[in-house]
């Protein structure tokens, strides 16, 4: 938070209002989701429950979701707070902790909870500018426009109390995109939304408020939001579904939006969707999906907007393969490095015959590129024995093509 709006609220408030814990990180791929159910909880002793109960908050700000998976099916109770009302469930939205956010909501976190400030996990999340959390907990049916104690809604909350950034402005498209009123005055700041960025000088977040509560709903929503992604508008994209617009709508190729977006590398537009749900295993009519897309165009932009959506790393496309597969005869060596973290097949084989490792020196320069893609293939454990359907090795070609290079990393 900015010192001129903290000189605006009394200390005990602004102490409440910041919080603490550490946010996750950037980089971290995050497990695929599991169906969780909620867990019967067996009569023990109070003081034994309330031990287990501490011991699920312990991991929640630990951001540890199996031993929070754990303890909830030893009997854990996600709703159960401390003496300064936090949760398992407050502490996941807070923190943005979104694994463990799924976790809590799939066994039973009650989504209008409130923590010592009369506040909801959405005005938690969108204060710290979680813009996936704060997807997740719209769709889980939380209330939009609860007022906490301070006088705040959760949109008042990302803009007065967040920052000029990325993460923010996809926060608030986010919450302008999940139908939340926009037009509001705080109780406390007598401000609008809008007018709280221009009294911040948010020049981003007053560009994106002034789009959503001046434009005029499009008359074909879906055509709208189909344009918008393809054209990298993400503010139109968040008009268009606050329109009501399916977001798994599909152009003439069968595209979604989410699909437009990836082929295009609009990863403002990605990241808006994937908070709302959209689909990344949506297949066009050339068997691409958002995520296998981003194979093609070596994003890793992309490829990070994608994760928290689960894509499906084993979907083929056309030509049978995987996204490492064209990552690695197009020598898109950072996406290779990402994409090997993963758990994606490096030795599935594709309708040619190919591997990913093979297809990099097939189809490869020999470059410095591609250079660089064999030995992250191969330091990930990929199998440089398997041959073509003509049984030549990858080393084979390489000796062929005169990759010198390329072979010394094969032979090692």
């Known amino acids: 938070m900015k010192r001129s ?91 943005g902790h979104l694994e463990l956010l799924r976790l809590t909501l799939s066994n039973g976190a009650k989504a209008d909870d409130k923590d010592s400030w009369n506040g909801t996990g959405l005005i938690r999340a969108a204060e710290r500018g979680h813009g996936l959390v704060v997807g997740e907990l719209l769709r889980a049916g939380v209330d939009r426009d609860h007022v906490n104690r301070i006088g705040y809604q959760a949109i008042h909350e990302a803009v007065w109390l967040g920052e000029d950034t990325a993460s923010y402005a996809t926060t608030v498209r986010v919450l302008a995109a999940g139908g939340v009123r926009l037009q509001d005055r705080s109780t406390t700041a007598g401000l609008t939304p809008l007018q709280m960025a221009r009294e911040r000088g948010f020049d981003r977040l007053e560009r994106i408020l002034t789009t959503v509560t001046t434009a005029q709903p499009p008359a074909d929503a879906d055509a709208a939001l189909l344009r918008a992604a393809e054209r990298g508008d993400a503010d139109a994209v968040a008009v268009a579904l606050r329109a009501g617009a399916d977001i798994e709508a599909r152009d003439g190729h069968e595209r979604t939006a989410l699909l437009l977006a990836s082929t295009h590398d609009r990863v403002a537009v990605a990241e808006l969707l994937v908070a709302m749900g959209a689909d990344p295993d949506a297949l066009d009519d050339r068997h691409d999906t958002p995520w296998l897309v981003t194979g093609v165009t070596g994003s890793v932009a992309m490829l990070e907007a994608l994760l928290p959506a689960h894509p499906d790393l084993t979907i083929r496309n056309r030509f049978g393969g995987l996204s490492v597969i064209p990552a690695s005869e197009r020598g898109h060596a950072d996406y290779v490095r990402r994409v090997v973290q993963t758990g994606i097949d490096l030795d599935h084989v594709n309708d040619l015959g190919w591997t990913a490792l093979l297809e990099a020196v097939i189809l490869g320069d020999g470059g410095r590129d591609h250079q660089d893609v064999v030995r992250t293939l191969l330091a990930a454990g990929a199998d440089r024995t398997i041959a073509d359907a003509d049984g030549v090795s990858a080393l084979q070609h390489a000796e062929r093509r005169g990759y010198d290079e390329i072979a010394a990393l094969l032979r090692d």
Request: aromatic content about 2%; hydrophobic content about 40%; charged content about 20%.
């Open 5 to 95: 709006v903290l000189a605006a609220l009394p200390l005990a408030l602004v102490l409440g209002a910041c919080g603490g814990g550490a946010t996750p990180d950037a980089g971290e791929v995050a497990p695929p989701p599991q169906v969780e159910e909620v867990a019967p909880r067996p009569s023990r002793d109070p003081e034994q429950q309330a031990a287990l109960d501490q011991q699920l908050r312990d991991a929640a700000w630990a951001n540890d979701v199996p031993a929070a998976r754990r303890l909830v099916r030893q009997g854990a109770d996600v709703n159960a707070k401390d003496g300064t009302e936090q949760s398992a469930y407050l502490v996941a939205t807070s923190e």
